[in-house]
């Protein structure tokens, strides 16, 4: 069974939180309000932070073990992400955004994979669009195909729907949904809205301020 | 004015003094935006001194640098069979050095603007380091670091004192158009110090708007 196993404590400067729990295949909800440490715990995973000890772990392959000093480097991680921040690169086409994220090939066969993609989120048509002038729903549907082009086995995903309107959000929950299960993921999804967690959590991981959190079913 | 060549040496000499500034400047501007250490603004200070030295002092230190009976100048003119100063390439050298701390400058603040954020994504989905710079950082950066570029042509174009203390004042040789402005006015020619003075002051302008303009569009 494959398992993201994070045990780690992460801190930023007057901010300290303490993480442990199983990520299995499907969708972990990270769930609670802002400021608990949720998209820290996220940063740990993807690598962009070191954390002040503890390990990440994906089945055998350690991603981080602070008594070990080892600490793999993001882009060998094997991830997908998609941020409410930060998502896409406005002066690349969409096409373009999903094939810089394709790991194998060469530029042909990056392409062919990223329409592909695409299609699979129903976004070919943007794939030649103004990056810029997408809609809030356009650039996420873009940013999953991003995000799963690489062939990820973990797929991070923070406030994924929180800029778009409720009908957006649903399509795209159910979109999340069928990727993940279709390509094998282990997703954590970070939220605080709690019809995210309805829709989508197979497992939450309730945050809250100042307290250790471990996984409930 | 009947003798342009002081304009075209100019113009080759600060084209060439901008390509090397701004290849360099970008280079540095670079690795001062990433290099976490107090280090880094030691440095900072050292290659924005041009801005502030004045500039016979500057030309006196590359003189010093790079003159005859210095180590340098000596393999460069092993290496060429020529000496560096008081030729062309000497006012290259001086050009450069006048224009690189406003490429860095500019290239810094533009390149430390860049969201953490964009670039952490991009090494997550897998791109090594040197495309994370080539494909989300320079490029989010280039509005700062061509307002740095134009900056620095500029500066290059219109510097006197270290191109006068490294490259000399050889009339159809090294004699830049400032240069010869001086020359002129010393010589009481009125009319070459005019034309040159405004020929240097439009290009300045344009450098100038163009400047304006970039940033205006920023939003």
Redo the contacts between chains.
Sequence with gaps: MTSLLVDVRVAVPGFAVDAKFAADLGVTVLAGPSGSGKSLTLAAVSGTLRPLRGTIQLDDVVYCDTARGVHLRSQDRLLGMAYQHAALLDHRSPLDNVALAVRSGDTATRRTVAMETLQRVGAESLAEARTRSLSGGERQRVALARAIAGGPRVLLLDEPFSSLDLAARAELRALVKSLVAERQLIALVVTHDQADVDALADRVVRYEPGRTVSAGE | MNDWFPLWLSLRVSVIATIAAGVLGVAIAYVLAKWRSRWASLVEAVVTLPIVLPPTVLGYYLLTLLGTRSSLGQSWESLFGSPLVFTQSGAVVAATVSALPFVIRAARAAISNV?A??E?????????EWRVAR??TL??AARGIGAGIALGFARALGDFGATVMVAGNIPGQTQTLPVAVYDAVQAGDDATARTGSLVLGAIAVVVLVFVTQVFARRR
């Design positions: 969201d954020r964009v952490e994504s991009a090494r997550v989905m897998g791109l090594a494909v989300v490029p989010l």
